[in-house]
C-alpha cells in the first residue's frame, strides 16, 4: 500500500481508537468544580455556626445566606473575568486586522516563515500562506490562531460564564441546606449529605483527569471534611469565647 493509499484508508484500529478525553474540560469541569465550591463553602459555613450552639433556624439562615452571597459573587467574579478577556482578545484581533489591512506582503511573509519554521520547504510555505492569505477572514483566523493561540469564532460569552457559575454554585450550595428545609434540626444529615456530594463531584471530574474515579472522589471527601471540621472547631471555640 502507498503513503497516499495509507492515508485515505486509516487503519481500523487507529480510526476507532484515536480519540482523546477533553483536555480544556469543555462545560464539565467548571460545572463540577462551581458545584463543588458551593458545597465546600456552605457546609463550612454551617458547621462554624452549628459548632457555636447555633439554633437550626440560625443554621439555615447562614446556608441561605451563603448560597446567595457565594452564587452572586461567582457569577460577578466570572463575568468580569470573561469580559474582561474578550475585551483584550478584541482587541488584539483589530490590531491584527488593521496589520493584515496595511501591510499584507509583511504579514504574508511573517506566515510563511512560522511554516518554513516548522520544517516545511521554503517554496511551498510561502504557496501555502499566499492560498490562506487569499480570504481576509481567514487570514485574520490564522494569525490569531498562530499568534494568538485563539480561536476568533470560539470567544468565550461572558454571560454564559455568569449564570453557568451562579447555577453551578447555587446547587452545590443548596445540597447542605436540603436536610434543613425537609425538616431535620441536626447537623449531621447535612454533613453526610454534602461529602456524599463530594465525593461524587470528585467522581465526575476523574472524567477529565487521568485518575480513577474513587481515588477523584475520596479526595475531595477528604478535603471537604477537613474544611468543614476546621470551622467547626472554630466555631466551638469563637462560642465558647463569646459565650
Same mark, same amino acid.
Given at each position: ?175 447542605? @441546606?436540603?436536610?434543613?428545609? /425537609? *425538616? &431535620? ?7 453526610? #449529605?454534602?461529602? =456524599?456530594?463530594?465525593? %461524587? ?16 472522589? @475520596?479526595?475531595?471527601?477528604? /478535603? *471537604? &471534611? ?7 472547631? #472554630?466555631?466551638? =471555640?469563637?462560642?465558647? %469565647?463569646?459565650?
Amino acid at each position: 500500500m502507498s503513503v497516499l493509499e495509507a492515508v485515505a484508508t486509516p487503519h481500523i484500529a487507529h480510526r476507532d481508537n484515536h480519540t482523546h478525553r477533553d483536555v480544556n474540560g469543555g462545560w464539565l469541569r467548571p460545572a463540577v468544580f462551581g458545584a463543588m465550591d458551593g458545597l465546600v463553602s456552605n457546609v463550612a459555613l454551617m458547621t462554624g455556626v452549628a459548632g457555636g450552639a447555633a439554633a437550626p433556624g440560625t443554621i439555615v439562615i447562614a446556608g441561605l445566606a451563603g448560597l446567595a452571597a457565594g452564587a452572586f459573587s461567582m457569577a460577578a467574579g466570572e463575568y468580569t473575568s470573561v469580559a474582561s478577556q474578550r475585551e483584550l482578545v478584541l482587541a488584539e484581533l483589530d490590531v491584527e486586522r488593521r496589520e493584515l489591512h496595511k501591510h499584507p506582503a509583511d504579514e504574508l511573509a511573517e506566515l510563511a516563515a512560522l511554516y518554513e519554521s516548522r520544517g516545511v520547504e521554503p517554496k511551498l510555505a510561502l504557496e501555502v500562506a499566499m492560498q490562506l492569505s487569499r480570504d481576509p477572514e481567514q487570514a485574520l483566523e490564522i494569525h490569531a490562531r498562530e499568534e494568538l493561540g485563539i480561536d476568533p469564532s470560539d470567544l468565550p460569552s461572558p454571560m454564559v460564564a455568569a449564570v453557568s457559575s451562579f447555577g453551578s454554585f447555587a446547587l452545590g450550595a443548596l445540597l447542605p @441546606l436540603l436536610p434543613y428545609l /425537609l *425538616g &431535620a434540626t441536626s447537623l449531621w444529615p447535612a454533613v453526610l #449529605l454534602a461529602l =456524599a456530594g463530594l465525593f %461524587a463531584c470528585g467522581a465526575v471530574v476523574a472524567r477529565v483527569t487521568a485518575r480513577s474515579w474513587w481515588f477523584s472522589g @475520596l479526595r475531595q471527601l477528604f /478535603l *471537604g &471534611a477537613a474544611a468543614a471540621g476546621v470551622t467547626y472547631a #472554630l466555631g466551638i =471555640a469563637f462560642g465558647t %469565647a463569646l459565650g
